[in-house]
């Protein structure tokens, strides 16, 4: 009897949790549904200010979770993150500003943990390149570049600010 019923639950949480995959693909899409309670700071958001708020967590999970850097419960996607990161700056240890990082927010329930990386992640010497690499990525997301093709820092500056021009 026991065995059913744990089966049963096991079975209704597989379900729940398929229907709650990500419906957003492109960081555009993350900011059509940002909560109401950052609708107004979409422009200062994308300038890459951290906010500590319930809302900023759930926007940070749909924006580094549609471009790859996280998992869907907000575990940091190591290996990924570090390899564009290498491409973007060599010259930074990224593998020890990540584990840090990752240190932090392995402390935090999965609601909260994309956010506290990236909180943590634009306060160390990764910053810079972690801008690009996210920009890099939400490029590519919204087919304004192509796959494979390689990083190139004043592309994706021009690329990112015909964006923001267009919404901010």
Known sequence: MMK?????????????????????????????NIPASLKDRVCEL?????VASDDMDQHMQCILEVVGFVTASGEVKENDLLSLLQKVD???????????????ASNEA???????????????????GFKNAVDYNELLKA????????FNASRVASL???IDDGLC
């Open 4 to 32: 059913k019923l744990l089966l049963s639950v096991g079975l209704v949480w597989c379900l729940i949790s398929l229907g709650q995959a990500r419906k957003e693909s492109t960081v555009e899409e993350c900011e059509k």
């Open 46 to 50: 994308r300038q890459y200010t951290p």
């Open 90 to 104: 060599s010259s930074v240890d990224h593998a020890a500003n990540i584990r840090k990082c990752v240190t932090d």
């Open 110 to 128: 999965s609601t909260k943990k994309a956010n506290t990386f990236y909180t943590c992640f634009l306060g160390t010497s990764s910053s810079s």
């Open 143 to 150: 087919g304004k570049l192509q796959s494979g093709e390689p």
């Open 160 to 162: 990112i600010k015909e």
